[in-house]
């Protein structure tokens, strides 16, 4: 059965309309993958020998216990952002006679080959042979170690797609997690209480019992059949039936009429991501990423790098622009032939997505403005950077958008209607933060700091002054596209 | 009103379909009538530039439709669920298509109120999402709003499949009165015989693509058709 389930996915990737697009994407992502899986691997290698060298007289295991719980909350956050959750298209498996536990187990089993799990693995397993060539403990002992961190990982897989599921169908309840974890953060930094610190004595307990790995392994098995209960319960299609359809909101957005020709189309936008899930998360994003900043301005390293902060300009500046504009037209896939036959003619259309996201960028500018806290140089650079955005940018992600070929299907039901956050989508991003980098480090480099930002701000000058012409254009190549984004929208499923 | 000219469609070596002529003049209602696989739903998806012919052109009232837009202002048209906008409430999408079809809310509202009875106190005041109701309210409110906006052309794609018997009547005097008035051009298609020839001056009968008959309706329309559509049967006989 798990065969011919795989042959569905395969099929239904090979035979989509956007598979040129997706194929592209996955190399690209293979030799990320591959240049990760290189420096995992050095890393797992070297690092007994490292700890000898830098920590003399440290038990190399010991000092890695210490810093399992660290990671594994690193893991947790990189896994959120990056891996995508396990989904498929169940309606059509609902009438046939397949158990419902089967297609769930399938679906959860199958995120046990992700990259994401492999990754870890490539520390775990060569540490551990090194610990059991330098026989520092007995073999059995480290095996019973490795067990127990590979169950850690795993667990945090299963627990990575409870929270993200959370996060999706409701933001607030994220804030238990984020405020837990800060917490713990918080008093073991100042030495209050120090989990890490006693979160590794318990891993070094499994040394002394083997038999204590069995605690990982079960925490996985929990966290394992949590998913399947979860998935199980919404192996509906339309889970919402339990609660009382709730009263539409008919906020009218009245304020965009001002806007004359383009309202109805802005408040169409606004009501599109104000009521469904998937867009309504890229908000949640925008605001959550403006925090971006603080990473890296109040870090000494990147002081000398002016470069960085462009690409961090760019980046809260434009996120929503990212998130929201690349999906541009796909948004509107399950509707798409109504917006063709309507007298929506094509380049009002894409003005007012162009205008909705020039208004994100302004807001997002201004909602940075605090960090006029690191110096007068941050503000002006993510004030550049959001003109760039609006000037050059926004051009450019119109123009990808007329590639979108992926139905966006905004009434799925919950259990499949988690697509969205994923590494495929940063990566449509990086020539919108890479150009600017490499061009203002370019005039940094050659000429000074002042020209590289000027070069910046003249370009999104430019192209706002372009910017009807630039829409024109669009225009037209989308015109010449339509026919195939009606076809590639027509097809339901991954 | 409409035109076709040497219109083929083929995909993959296959013609789907192949019409030489089709000349509609104005305020003529005319139903589509075939076969799935006829070519129904391909002919309305060309008229409407959702798909491009093989060969051959559609003018709607004179203008290409795969070369300029103009035509989409007097054009309203009704095809599949692709049509609705999930998150909207019934009055949000009227007033949507409405604003596109430069109607303003005094406007809807006085052509939704012709259509009270027709939406049964189903849809109207609910503060329901669209992707809420059910599919045959779904469709009711596709069908009304394809009247938004005076249309002179009006596509109807299987109005009938899937309705109510309450609404099927309401619906075919719906379409009546508006063909009475002589002004509305509407095309219709469907595999309901009987509605059909109740409601169309014309039928065109599709097959495999080629147009087999062309025929004013008159009271032996029905009869022919039948017979038309049952021809396989006699021969098996």
């Known amino acids: 059965m798990f065969k011919r389930l795989f042959s569905l996915e395969w099929k239904s990737f090979f035979r989509s309309a956007s598979v040129g697009r997706s194929l592209g994407l996955k190399i690209l992502m293979g030799f990320l993958g591959l240049y990760f899986t290189t420096a995992f691997l050095f890393f797992g290698i070297g690092l007994y020998p490292l700890i000898v060298e830098y920590f003399p007289g440290e038990e190399p295991l010991f000092l890695v216990n210490r810093f399992v719980l660290v990671w594994l909350i690193l893991e947790l956050a990189y896994r959120f952002l990056l891996q995508n959750l396990p989904i498929m298209d169940i309606k059509p498996l609902m009438l046939l006679p397949i158990k419902k536990r089967k297609v769930v187990d399938f679906v959860l089993l199958k995120s046990l080959y992700s990259f994401f799990n492999f990754l870890p693995l490539l520390i775990i397993i060569p540490f551990g042979v090194y610990n059991i060539y330098k026989q520092t403990f007995n073999t059995e002992v480290i095996i019973a170690w490795m067990i127990a961190m590979i169950g850690l990982t795993l667990s945090i897989n299963y627990a990575n797609f409870l929270i993200k599921k959370t996060f ?322 027509k097809q339901s499923g991954e | 009103m409409i035109t076709a000219t040497n219109l083929t469609k083929v995909y993959n070596k296959t013609t789907v379909l192949n019409i030489e002529h089709l000349d509609i003049p104005t305020g003529q209602s005319m139903g589509l009538v075939g076969n799935n696989g006829a070519g129904k739903t391909t002919f309305f998806s060309m008229l409407l530039d959702l798909i491009q012919p093989t060969t051959g052109n559609i003018f709607n009232n004179d203008i290409t439709v795969s070369q300029n837009e103009e035509w989409k202002s007097f054009t309203s048209s009704f095809i599949d669920e692709s049509f609705l906008i999930g998150y909207l409430t019934p009055e949000e999408y009227f007033y949507f298509i409405g604003d596109l079809r430069k109607q303003n809310k005094a406007d809807v509202d006085a052509l939704l109120q012709n259509f009270e009875d027709f939406f049964h106190d189903e849809i109207i005041g609910k503060r329901k999402y669209l992707r809420d109701l059910s599919k045959g309210n779904q469709k009711k409110v596709r069908i009304v709003a394809a009247l938004i906006g005076n249309p002179k052309v009006i596509i109807l794609d299987e109005p009938f499949a899937n309705l109510d018997p309450t609404t099927q009547i309401r619906l075919k005097k719906i379409i009546k009165d508006l063909t009475a008035q002589k002004e509305t051009t509407i095309l219709i298609s469907s595999h309901d015989l009987i509605h059909i020839t109740e409601v169309c001056e014309r039928i065109v009968v599709l097959d495999k693509g080629d147009m087999v008959k062309d025929i004013l309706t008159s009271p032996a329309t029905l009869d022919e058709l039948e017979t038309y559509f049952s021809r396989d049967l006699r021969l098996n006989q």
């Open chain 1, 168 to 489: 999706t169908d409701n933001i607030k309840a994220l804030i238990p997690v984020v405020g837990g974890i800060a917490v713990i953060g918080i008093l073991d930094y100042f030495k209050i209480f120090e989990s890490s610190v006693w979160f590794g004595k318990g891993l070094n307990e499994i040394l002394n019992y083997p038999l204590l790995a069995i605690i990982p392994v079960l925490l996985f098995i929990v966290f394992y059949i949590w998913n399947q209960k979860d998935l199980e319960n919404k192996f509906y299609l339309d889970s919402t039936l339990k609660e009382e359809v709730k009263d539409a909101n008919t906020k009218e957005f009245l304020w965009t009429k001002r806007f004359g020709d383009l309202a109805p189309y802005l408040q169409q936008d606004l009501k599109l991501i104000w009521r469904n899930k998937r867009p309504k998360t890229t908000i949640y994003l925008s605001i959550l990423f403006l925090a971006y900043g603080l990473i890296f301005y109040p870090n000494e390293t990147y002081q000398d790098m002016p470069a960085f902060f462009v690409f961090v300009g760019i980046f809260i500046t434009g996120i929503f622009m990212i998130n929201f504009g690349q999906f541009i037209p796909a948004w509107d896939s399950g509707y798409f032939p109504l917006i063709m036959v309507q007298n929506i003619p094509l380049k009002q259309y894409l003005t007012a997505k162009a205008g909705l996201i020039t208004f994100s960028v302004v807001v997002l500018a201004m909602l940075s403005t605090p960090y006029l806290y690191f110096g007068w140089k941050i503000l002006l650079m993510n004030m550049v950077c959001a003109v760039y955005n609006i000037g050059i940018n926004i051009p450019i992600i119109l123009y990808a958008g007329s590639f979108n070929r992926k139905r966006i299907d905004l009434d799925k039901s919950p259990f499949m209607n988690y697509q969205g956050i994923g590494a495929a989508q940063w990566i449509v991003g990086l020539p919108l933060l890479l150009i600017p980098v490499l061009i203002f480090w370019g005039f940094y480099k050659i000429i000074s700091f002042e020209s590289g930002i000027t070069v910046l701000f003249v370009m999104g000058i430019v192209g706002l002054f372009f910017r009807n012409r630039a829409i024109s254009f669009i225009a037209q190549r989308y015109k010449r596209q339509k026919y195939a984004m009606i076809e590639g929208f």
